[in-house]
């Protein structure tokens, strides 16, 4: 069997009742199944509108390891899979997620 570097098969299918706890859930998978472990917290993950795309948050992500995004383009190009594959669309919204049937 090949190891899969990026294998999201892992990653709790939980869900939280705020986009900002759902985005605490994403950021506990990545660190315990990808080793992406900083300090960022949902609620920072959000822009001040409430709103956050696959890019930003895998540029928030990588900028709290250490890392410049432009430099880390495997990584990056994981993290957006990683939250494309949660929240099914690029971006998504405080109002969004609260008004989704996301289950």
Known sequence: MSYNRWDMSKFSN???ETLDAD???LLDNLCRHWDFCNRLSGNEAL?????VDASEFADSV???EGFTPADEPEYR???QRAFLERYGRAEISVESYSNSTIT
Do not use: Q, T, V
């Open 14 to 16: 939980e869900r939280a």
């Open 23 to 25: 985005l605490d859930i």
């Open 47 to 51: 822009s001040n509108d409430g709103r």
């Open 62 to 64: 990588l900028r709290g």
């Open 77 to 79: 190009a994981a993290i």
